[in-house]
């Protein structure tokens, strides 16, 4: 079935770096762009990056770009987010989720379950 | 950036009670809105898209209406599942890709 599915996630000191993965499965990955969304404990949702289908166009939020990076593998149906400098606003639930088609109109229809990102020392 | 106002943040209701969100935008936005649930501990789900248009799977007691800056999320009759948090979302002028801050419907 479709589904996506976040692993990496952990406990980390602040300054540190972490790897986040997500794989896809069920549909055809190669032809949508996909996101990470993050959600800090009893907070809303905050969306973090964006890369296109093909992974040539990249976008980030305010927050960590500079610090943050969002790849895919279209061959093994895998997106990434590499963390570096982690801060303690960093702690969240990270979801990656499908966007569509167009990566600057998303639409997001399909979620993975999160993973627990805890930036502490 | 698009900001997304919600209102009210949290409400109070009874099952089979008429529950209605708001959910406020900076700049006009077509009708590029779109709604989610969120229950404890899980991943959001996609109610409405476009403002108005049900996601497949969704009971019909959910609508959306709205266009430009002023939107609505509608639960015609509150069910005893549909105790969750709301979030709408822009996709307008993005990136960046930016949510309300939630409305919180508990138990009366």
């Known amino acids: 079935q479709v589904q996506l599915v976040e692993s990496g996630g952990g406990v980390v000191q602040p300054g540190r770096s972490l790897r986040l993965s997500c794989a896809a499965s069920g549909f055809t990955f190669s032809n949508f762009a996909m996101h990470w969304v993050r959600q800090a404990p009893g907070k809303g949702l905050e969306w973090v990056a964006v890369?296109?289908?093909?992974?040539?166009?990249?976008y980030y939020s305010d927050s960590v770009r500079g610090r943050f990076t969002i790849s895919r593998d279209n061959s093994m149906n895998m997106l990434y987010l590499q963390m570096n400098s982690l801060r303690g606003d960093d702690t969240a639930v990270y979801y990656c989720?499908?966007?569509?088609?167009?990566?600057?109109?998303?639409?997001?229809?399909?979620w993975g379950q999160g993973t627990l990102v805890t930036v502490s020392s | 950036d698009i900001q997304m106002t919600q209102s009210p943040s949290s409400l109070s209701a009874s099952v089979g009670d008429r529950v209605t969100i708001t959910c406020r935008a900076s700049q006009s936005i077509s009708t590029r809105l779109n709604w989610y649930q969120q229950k404890p501990g899980k991943a959001p789900s996609l109610l409405i898209y476009g403002a108005s248009s049900l996601q497949s799977g969704v009971p019909s007691r959910f609508s959306g209406s709205g266009a430009g800056t002023d939107f609505t999320l509608t639960i015609s009759s509150l069910q005893p599942e549909d105790f969750a948090i709301y979030y709408c979302?822009?996709?307008?002028?993005?990136?960046?890709?930016?949510f309300g801050g939630g409305t919180k419907v508990e138990i009366k």
């Open positions: 989720a499908n966007g569509g088609g167009n990566y600057v109109a998303p639409i997001f229809g399909m």
């Open positions: 979302q822009q996709s307008y002028s993005t990136p960046p890709v930016t």
């Open positions: 890369i296109s289908f093909d992974g040539t166009n990249k």
